[in-house]
T-cell receptor, first 115, second 112 residues
Framework: GNSVTQMEGPVTLSEEAFLTINCTYTATGYPSLFWYVQYPGEGLQLLLKATKADDKGSNKGFEATYRKETTSFHLEKGSVQVSDSAVYFCALSPIPNFGNEKLTFGTGTRLTIIP | EAQVTQNPRYLITVTGKKLTVTCSQNMNHEYMSWYRQDPGLGLRQIYYSMNVEVTDKGDVPEGYKVSRKEKRNFPLILESPSPNQTSLYFC???????????FGPGTRLLVL
């Protein structure tokens, strides 16, 4: 079945540091890939997504590139802010109509940014 | 305002007492799903529904039931809750499984 392996946390960085959160996946065919973010006390919300190989998703200074050759979708940001402190989830959706409509999430990475 | 609502937000109950957590969306989405979030285990899908009257098991369906009689509502039923179902639960909806999912605010459940 499909699976997502996400970088273990927690991750603590200083403000303006460079961020990378690793995500690799196992899936049949060409799934869609997502990063969701969960701020304290809230539900998850979409951060960015990519639907095919070599697509780059971007939002709020975050980027991730869909790499089929390495089955990866690593999240990056050049200069983090205190407001980026949250839990980040990598997720995969299957190709529809293949008899499996389950979404698969990683275990989440808690990010804390210190001033 | 486009949103997914869940009720209740917090619930304390005892083992074996049936409960229902409601979920409603106002975006006319076809795909709805339930998740539980546990420390170290991330987010795991319990059940999902591709449309009215169409539901299927996710990765951790044991001990849960769902129904989808109307497009907007997708209640989660715990017929006989046990302490291992103590968790944070999220409902989500989206136009389809491959598109952005919109999450509710969560329901924190404690089963004593």
């Amino acid at each position: 079945g499909n699976s997502v392996t996400q970088m273990e946390g927690p991750v603590t960085l200083s403000e303006e540091a460079f961020l990378t959160i690793n995500c690799t996946y196992t899936a049949t065919g060409y799934p869609s890939l997502f990063w969701y973010v969960q701020y304290p006390g809230e539900g998850l919300q979409l951060l960015l997504k990519a639907t095919k190989a070599d697509d780059k998703g971007s939002n709020k200074g975050f980027e991730a590139t869909y790499r089929k050759e390495t089955t990866s979708f690593h999240l990056e940001k050049g200069s983090v802010q205190v407001s980026d402190s949250a839990v980040y989830f990598c997720a995969l959706s299957p190709i529809p109509n293949f008899g499996n409509e389950k979404l698969t999430f990683g275990t989440g990475t808690r990010l804390t940014i210190i001033p | 305002e486009a949103q997914v609502t869940q009720n209740p937000r917090y619930l304390i109950t005892v083992t074996g007492k049936k409960l229902t957590v409601t979920c409603s969306q106002n975006m006319n989405h076809e795909y709805m799903s339930w998740y539980r979030q546990d420390p170290g285990l991330g987010l795991r899908q319990i059940y999902y529904s591709m449309n009215v009257e169409v539901t299927d098991k996710g990765d951790v369906p044991e001990g849960y039931k769902v129904s989808r009689k109307e497009k907007r509502n997708f209640p989660l039923i715990l017929e006989s809750p046990s302490p291992n179902q103590t968790s944070l639960y999220f409902c989500a909806s989206g136009p389809s499984v491959v598109e952005t999912q919109y999450f509710g605010p969560g329901t924190r459940l404690l089963v004593l």
